[in-house]
């Protein structure tokens, strides 16, 4: 069973850049499809990015294309949200996901069934 953990969260201001990542124990990292998604106080959890199990297709949502850019490391197994060019309306708590479907990049979070337990990213403007 994999397990995930989040780091690289934290206050930045708006303009700069965070990566954060995902790190997964256990056996079956690199089989599984990942995202990315966020929640903001209130809102409901959204999707982010997500990038297939072998790392070649990617998908992002519209409010993030051009600047966050999702990958991974199966070696490590790791997957990381590079996000630049930061907005005030990024703050949320971003959590990672994971698929058992090794060729998805659905946005559905019902797809996903583990997840880690987030980590805080704040972007003051």
């Known amino acids: 069973q994999v397990q995930l953990v989040e780091s690289g969260g934290g206050l930045v201001q708006a303009g700069n850049s965070l990566r954060l990542s995902c790190a997964a124990s256990?056996?079956?990292?690199?089989?599984?499809?990942m995202a990315w998604f966020r929640q903001a106080p209130g809102k409901d959890r959204e999707f982010v990015a997500a990038?297939?199990?072998?790392?070649?297709?990617?998908s992002s949502a519209a409010s993030v294309k051009g600047r966050f850019t999702i990958s991974r490391v199966n070696a490590k197994n790791t997957v990381y949200l590079q996000m630049n060019n930061l907005k005030a309306e990024d703050t949320a708590v971003y959590y990672c996901?994971?698929?058992?479907?090794?060729?998805?990049?659905?946005?559905?979070?019902?797809?996903?069934?583990?997840w880690g337990q987030g980590t805080q990213v704040t972007v003051s403007s």
């Open positions: 996901a994971a698929n058992p479907n090794r060729d998805s990049t659905t946005t559905h979070p019902a797809y996903y069934n583990l």
């Open positions: 990038i297939t199990s072998s790392g070649g297709r990617t």
């Open positions: 256990g056996r079956g990292f690199s089989s599984n499809s």
